[in-house]
């Protein structure tokens, strides 16, 4: 029996920080509908990746912008506490960048889908950034792709 109503469940998932986050289940839902076939939240690789497509080799981090340090506007530091913030996330970043090369040297291609790319975009900019999702799982041969290029 389900007790919550959809913009219950929706609000605690919003709360529930880096997993089944909005951006995440847009992606999932983006390539449920290009026809891709994943798992999710992969324990077994290093890092956990959100999303891995076996038969593309390829994992990927769908990241949200301030706890990643995206450096983009979604990730500006607060004025409060502000050391804190920095050392935060930046041990998140060195964090994220040991679990890409160990995905590297496992052979898996690496895309990182950063949260800006989804959220807060104009319909047509998320049209753009799901055509380069898919490109970078068909088409791409580099090791890691990042969605929108890394601004920093
Ligand atoms: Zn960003």
């Not at 999932?28 to 994943?38: C, E, I, P, V, Y």
């Not at 949200?64 to 996330?89: D, M, N, Q, V, Y």
């Not at 679990?99 to 989804?118: F, K, P, T």
Request: glycine content about 6%.
């Amino acid at each position: 029996m389900d007790v919550l109503t959809p913009a219950q469940r929706q609000l605690n998932m919003s709360r529930i920080r880096g997993r089944n986050t909005k951006p995440e289940l847009l992606v999932r839902s983006a390539l449920h509908a290009m026809g891709f076939r994943f798992r999710i939240h992969v324990r077994t690789l290093p890092g956990s990746p959100d999303l891995v497509l076996r038969k593309y080799n390829v994992a990927i981090f769908v990241n949200g912008c301030f706890w990643h340090g995206h450096g983009c506007h979604l990730s500006k530091l607060p004025a409060t506490r502000t050391e804190f913030w920095r050392t935060k996330i930046s041990d998140t970043c060195v964090r994220d960048s040991r679990a890409i090369q160990q995905l590297h040297l496992q052979g898996w291609r690496v895309i990182v889908l950063w949260e800006c790319s989804i959220r807060a975009v104009t319909p047509e900019g998320l049209i753009r950034t799901w055509a380069r999702l898919r490109t970078a799982i068909c088409a791409s041969k580099s090791r890691l792709v990042q969605i929108p290029m890394l601004k920093r």
